[in-house]
C-alpha cells in the first residue's frame, strides 16, 4: 500500500492535508483510489499529478482514453493544487472498452461510462473535466491545431493505432507543448510506434523505466527537433485512413469534385454579417470564385470590400419564415445548390424547415445550434417578429437533435461537428447520397457525434443556471422537465416577459 497526496475540491488551499491511499487490487496490475480504479503505478499518478502541477495557467490537457478517470482526476488534483482553476481536461474515449476488456463486468453492462461520470463527480474534479465521446481518430480529425499544451496517449498499444494517434495528435500541440504516453514496454506496440515516428521524423523520445512507473514516455521536443520535423511531418504514413475534410468549405469541394466540376458553384449565407468575421465558413467559397447570395439584416458597409464579386448578391434583409423563399428566388438562387449557412442567433431551424419544404436543396447545409442542450432533447426558438436575435441567456437556436429531425425527412445526415473553433458552435450537413465520399464517422450515431465535442461557454449561466451537467444525464424526462424551466426564465429574462413560442420534447 502506497501513499500518495491528493486536493480536495472543497478548499484549494488545504490540498497538502489530505493523504489518500492507493491500494493495487489483488492479482491485477490495476490500482485503487477511494474507489476509482485504474491501470495505474503510484509512479504514473505522481507524474500525472505533477503534469497537472506545472500545466500553464489557463491551459489545456487532453488524454486518449481516460477509462474510470483516474489519471484524468490525477492530473485535475494537480490543477487544484496550483490553483489553475480555468484549466481545462479532455479526456476522448468511447468508453466500450477493447477486444481484451469485453468480458468486464463494467463493459458488458456498458456501464464504464457512466462509472466515469460518477467518479470523477465524488472526487469534485467534474468541473475541470470534458468527456468526449469518440474515438481518437475522429476526436482528432475536428480539433483545432496548435491547441493543447499536453497530450497524453494512453489507447490501443498495438502499433498501428498507437502510431496512428501520434501523428493524428502531434499538430494538435501548442508551439512548447508536450507529448506524453503510457506502456512503452521493450517489445512492445507503443515502443515500435515511437521508433518508428523517430525514424520519419526525427525527433527523439525518453522512456521512464523506474519501478514505480510502467513505461511512461515523452517526445524529445525542442526548437530544433520541431523545425527539423515542421519539413518532413507531411510525408508520414498514417496507414490507410484518409485525410478527411475539417471545414464545410472542404465537403463542398470533394463533392463538387464527385460531380467532375470544374466551375464554382453557388453558395447562400444567411446572417453574413460583413461576410468574413466570426469564422465564417461560407467566405473561403465566396474567396474561390463561388456566386450567391449574403443577406444579413443590418449589412454592414465592409461587406463590399469583404465579397468584392458582383456575383454574389448583397442584400440587407430581416429574415424571416414569410420572405426566405422569396429572397432566395430574387436573387437567381436555384433549386439545387451548393452551399446554405444559416446563422441568425434566433428561429433558424424554421428558416431551414421553410426552405427545404418550398423544395430547395443544398447538397451541404452548414447551421448554428443551441450546443448547450444534449441529445435526445429537441428544442427550438419559434418565429416571433419581436424575438431577439442573440446568444444571450442561452435561448436562441434549436438544439442538436432538433436539427437532425428537421433534416431527416428530406435525407441530410451530419457530416462534420464543431464546438471548438472560436464563435462556432455549427452543424454541417450532407446529402445522404454523398456519404460514400466520407469516412463512417458522418455515420456514427446523433449522441456519440455530439459528445465528441467539448462543452464550452455557456450562456444560461448569464442567468445563474449551470447547463454543464445536463449533457451527463440519462433521467430525460425529468431533465426535459428542467431545461423547459430554464428556458421560461431564459426566454423572460431575455425578452423582458415577452413569450416568444419555442418547441421543446424528446
Given at each position: 500500500m502506497?501513499?500518495?497526496v491528493?486536493?480536495?475540491?472543497?478548499?484549494?488551499?488545504?490540498w497538502?492535508?489530505?493523504?489518500?491511499?492507493?491500494?493495487?487490487?489483488?492479482?491485477?496490475?490495476?490500482?485503487?483510489?477511494?474507489?476509482?480504479?485504474?491501470?495505474?503505478?503510484?509512479?504514473?499518478?505522481?507524474?500525472l499529478?505533477?503534469?497537472?502541477?506545472?500545466?500553464?495557467?489557463?491551459?489545456?490537457?487532453?488524454?486518449?482514453?481516460?477509462?474510470?478517470?483516474?489519471s484524468?482526476?490525477?492530473?485535475?488534483?494537480?490543477?487544484?493544487?496550483?490553483?489553475n482553476?480555468?484549466?481545462?481536461?479532455?479526456?476522448v474515449?468511447?468508453?466500450?472498452?477493447?477486444?481484451?476488456?469485453?468480458?468486464?463486468?463494467?463493459?458488458?453492462?456498458?456501464?464504464?461510462?457512466?462509472?466515469?461520470?460518477?467518479n470523477?463527480?465524488?472526487?469534485?474534479?467534474d468541473?475541470?473535466?470534458?468527456p468526449?465521446r469518440?474515438?481518437?481518430?475522429?476526436?482528432?480529425?475536428?480539433?483545432?491545431?496548435?491547441?493543447?499544451?499536453?497530450?497524453?496517449?494512453d489507447?490501443?498499444h498495438?502499433?498501428?493505432p498507437?502510431?496512428?494517434?501520434?501523428?493524428?495528435?502531434?499538430?494538435?500541440?501548442?508551439?512548447?507543448?508536450?507529448?506524453i504516453?503510457?506502456?512503452?514496454?521493450?517489445?512492445?506496440?507503443?515502443?515500435?510506434?515511437?521508433?518508428?515516428?523517430?525514424?520519419?521524423?526525427?525527433?527523439?523520445?525518453?522512456?521512464?523505466?523506474?519501478?514505480?512507473?510502467?513505461?511512461?514516455?515523452?517526445?524529445?521536443?525542442?526548437?530544433?527537433?520541431?523545425k527539423n520535423?515542421?519539413?518532413?511531418?507531411?510525408s508520414?504514413?498514417?496507414?490507410?485512413?484518409?485525410?478527411?475534410?475539417?471545414?464545410?468549405?472542404?465537403?463542398?469541394?470533394?463533392?463538387?469534385?464527385?460531380?467532375?466540376?470544374?466551375?464554382?458553384?453557388?453558395?447562400?449565407?444567411?446572417?453574413?454579417?460583413?461576410?468574413?468575421?466570426?469564422?465564417?465558413?461560407?467566405?473561403?467559397?465566396?474567396?474561390r470564385?463561388?456566386?450567391?447570395?449574403?443577406?444579413?439584416?443590418?449589412?454592414?458597409?465592409?461587406?463590399?470590400?469583404?465579397?468584392?464579386?458582383?456575383?454574389v448578391?448583397?442584400?440587407?434583409?430581416?429574415?424571416t419564415?414569410?420572405?426566405?423563399?422569396?429572397?432566395?428566388?430574387?436573387?437567381?438562387c436555384?433549386?439545387d445548390?451548393?452551399?446554405?449557412?444559416?446563422?441568425?442567433?434566433?428561429?433558424?431551424?424554421?428558416i431551414?424547415?421553410?426552405?427545404?419544404?418550398?423544395?430547395?436543396?443544398?447538397?451541404?447545409?452548414?447551421m448554428?445550434?443551441?450546443?448547450e442542450?444534449?441529445?435526445?432533447?429537441?428544442?427550438?426558438?419559434?418565429?416571433h417578429?419581436?424575438?431577439?436575435?442573440?446568444?444571450?441567456?442561452?435561448?436562441?437556436?434549436?438544439?442538436?437533435?432538433?436539427?437532425?429531425?428537421?433534416?431527416?425527412?428530406?435525407?441530410?445526415?451530419?457530416?462534420?461537428?464543431?464546438?471548438?473553433?472560436?464563435?462556432?458552435?455549427?452543424?454541417?450537413l450532407?446529402?445522404?447520397?454523398?456519404?460514400?465520399?466520407?469516412?463512417?464517422?458522418?455515420?456514427?450515431s446523433?449522441?456519440?457525434?455530439?459528445?465528441?465535442?467539448?462543452?464550452?461557454?455557456?450562456?444560461?449561466?448569464?442567468?445563474?443556471?449551470?447547463?454543464?451537467?445536463?449533457?451527463?444525464?440519462?433521467?430525460?424526462?425529468?431533465?426535459?422537465?428542467?431545461?423547459?424551466?430554464?428556458?421560461?426564465?431564459a426566454?423572460?429574462?431575455?425578452?423582458?416577459?415577452?413569450?416568444?413560442?419555442f418547441?421543446?420534447?424528446?
Amino acid at each position: 500500500m502506497a501513499q500518495f497526496v491528493f486536493a480536495t475540491a472543497a478548499n484549494a488551499r488545504s490540498w497538502l492535508d489530505r493523504i489518500l491511499e492507493i491500494q493495487k487490487v489483488a492479482d491485477t496490475t490495476i490500482s485503487e483510489v477511494e474507489g476509482v480504479r485504474g491501470y495505474m503505478k503510484l509512479g504514473d499518478l505522481q507524474f500525472l499529478f505533477n503534469v497537472g502541477l506545472t500545466l500553464p495557467l489557463n491551459g489545456t490537457y487532453l488524454e486518449i482514453v481516460s477509462w474510470a478517470g483516474l489519471s484524468a482526476i490525477a492530473v485535475a488534483n494537480g490543477l487544484l493544487a496550483n490553483v489553475n482553476l480555468k484549466a481545462r481536461i479532455y479526456c476522448v474515449d468511447t468508453w466500450l472498452g477493447s477486444i481484451e476488456h469485453q468480458g468486464l463486468t463494467e463493459i458488458r453492462n456498458n456501464a464504464l461510462y457512466h462509472m466515469f461520470l460518477e467518479n470523477i463527480r465524488k472526487t469534485g474534479m467534474d468541473g475541470f473535466i470534458t468527456p468526449i465521446r469518440a474515438t481518437s481518430l475522429e476526436a482528432a480529425a475536428t480539433w483545432e491545431d496548435a491547441s493543447l499544451d499536453v497530450i497524453f496517449i494512453d489507447g490501443d498499444h498495438s502499433f498501428q493505432p498507437c502510431f496512428d494517434d501520434i501523428v493524428h495528435w502531434f499538430p494538435k500541440l501548442k508551439p512548447e507543448g508536450r507529448m506524453i504516453g503510457h506502456d512503452a514496454t521493450p517489445q512492445g506496440g507503443v515502443r515500435k510506434a515511437l521508433a518508428t515516428f523517430k525514424e520519419k521524423t526525427g525527433i527523439d523520445f525518453v522512456i521512464d523505466e523506474r519501478n514505480g512507473t510502467h513505461y511512461l514516455w515523452e517526445l524529445v521536443l525542442n526548437k530544433e527537433s520541431r523545425k527539423n520535423s515542421s519539413r518532413v511531418f507531411s510525408s508520414v504514413a498514417v496507414g490507410s485512413h484518409q485525410k478527411e475534410p475539417t471545414v464545410p468549405a472542404d465537403v463542398v469541394e470533394r463533392i463538387q469534385q464527385a460531380h467532375q466540376r470544374s466551375t464554382p458553384g453557388f453558395a447562400v449565407n444567411i446572417g453574413s454579417g460583413d461576410g468574413k468575421s466570426h469564422n465564417d465558413p461560407t467566405y473561403p467559397l465566396f474567396q474561390r470564385g463561388f456566386s450567391g447570395i449574403a443577406v444579413d439584416a443590418s449589412l454592414p458597409d465592409a461587406i463590399f470590400d469583404t465579397l468584392p464579386n458582383p456575383l454574389v448578391h448583397k442584400v440587407q434583409r430581416q429574415i424571416t419564415p414569410d420572405n426566405c423563399v422569396a429572397v432566395l428566388h430574387e436573387h437567381g438562387c436555384p433549386a439545387d445548390f451548393d452551399y446554405l449557412k444559416i446563422d441568425i442567433d434566433g428561429y433558424d431551424a424554421v428558416i431551414l424547415q421553410k426552405l427545404l419544404n418550398s423544395g430547395f436543396r443544398p447538397n451541404v447545409i452548414t447551421m448554428e445550434v443551441n450546443p448547450e442542450i444534449p441529445p435526445p432533447v429537441k428544442f427550438s426558438v419559434l418565429y416571433h417578429p419581436k424575438y431577439k436575435p442573440t446568444g444571450k441567456t442561452g435561448f436562441y437556436g434549436c438544439s442538436f437533435s432538433y436539427l437532425l429531425h428537421v433534416v431527416k425527412e428530406y435525407d441530410y445526415v451530419p457530416c462534420l461537428i464543431d464546438f471548438a473553433t472560436a464563435f462556432t458552435h455549427d452543424v454541417t450537413l450532407i446529402k445522404k447520397e454523398y456519404l460514400p465520399l466520407f469516412s463512417s464517422s458522418a455515420t456514427i450515431s446523433e449522441h456519440e457525434l455530439f459528445y465528441s465535442h467539448p462543452y464550452r461557454h455557456s450562456h444560461f449561466r448569464e442567468i445563474g443556471i449551470d447547463s454543464r451537467n445536463w449533457r451527463h444525464r440519462n433521467d430525460h424526462a425529468q431533465l426535459l422537465g428542467e431545461i423547459w424551466l430554464a428556458l421560461i426564465h431564459a426566454n423572460f429574462s431575455k425578452h423582458n416577459h415577452l413569450e416568444v413560442p419555442f418547441a421543446l420534447f424528446l
